[in-house]
């Protein structure tokens, strides 16, 4: 694009809704970009090829800045548009940024590696003959009883004890990790990975972001955001 205002490439069913969700809260001009996964072959599921066009990567999101430069990685990405376009601070966690930084970095990392895992292994469970599901279905409970489950517990525990009575991680206004945990938790919950009866105060929040006007129009523009296997 030739304007200044900046570009997302955006991909349906991606973790690029919450960077299109950030970009409504922010309240800027800006550029959308829709791309789809391709539907058929052995890359099914998968980013198009016109992505690579953009970034070597090709995976989504991409924010083009207006000066040209190309952005990968939602956290990244997510950095750059409160630090550039939230003049006013309402974006920046009280102030605390070393407390933001941990809870994005924890939900990249720690609980977004855990629902990969998961996502995986129902994966390859659907992929798998039918005469091999069975064995494959026994390990993956085996694999989450033992393992993800609890370690998905202990971190909805944590971020339940950060939120504490607070509306977001933020404060009175969603924040950088409100952005960066909606992702895993968009996971999470549309693959029963979250206890929502244990975890009440975090499946209250997450109505809250849903029910965000940014949230609602970040759904309405982009290409659809459908988790279900």
């Known amino acids: 694009m030739s304007d200044l205002k900046p570009t997302l490439h955006h991909l349906n069913d991606s973790q690029s809704q919450r960077i299109l969700?950030?970009?409504?809260?922010?309240?800027?001009p800006y550029n959308l970009?829709?791309?789809?996964?391709?539907?058929?072959?052995p890359k099914a599921k998968r980013a198009p090829e016109e992505l690579k066009q953009t970034h070597f990567l090709g995976k989504a999101p991409q924010l083009e800045t207006g000066d040209g430069r190309v952005i990968v990685e939602s956290l990244v990405v997510a950095k750059y548009l409160i630090q550039t376009y939230d003049k006013e601070g309402k974006f920046k966690c009280n102030g605390d940024w070393i407390r933001d930084e941990e809870l994005s970095n924890l939900a990249s990392t720690t609980i977004g590696s855990l629902t990969i895992l998961e996502l995986v292994f129902s994966l390859l469970?659907?992929?798998?003959?039918?005469?091999?599901?069975?064995l494959l279905s026994t390990v993956h409970a085996k694999m989450h009883s033992a393992f993800t489950g609890p370690e998905l517990d202990l971190n909805f525990t944590y971020l339940e004890k950060q939120l504490g009575d607070q509306?977001?991680?933020?404060?009175?206004?969603?924040?950088?990790?409100?952005?960066?945990v909606s992702w895993p938790m968009d996971q999470s919950m549309a693959r029963n990975l979250i206890d929502v009866e244990k975890h009440a105060s975090l499946a209250k929040w997450y109505e809250r972001i849903h029910e965000r006007p940014a949230w609602k129009r970040s759904i309405e523009k982009g290409n659809g955001y459908s988790l279900g296997l």
């Open 21 to 28: 969700w950030l970009l409504e809260e922010l309240e800027i």
């Open 125 to 134: 469970e659907q992929a798998s003959p039918w005469f091999i599901r069975p």
């Open 33 to 41: 970009a829709l791309h789809k996964r391709q539907e058929t072959g």
């Open 167 to 180: 509306d977001y991680f933020g404060g009175a206004f969603p924040s950088q990790a409100d952005f960066i």
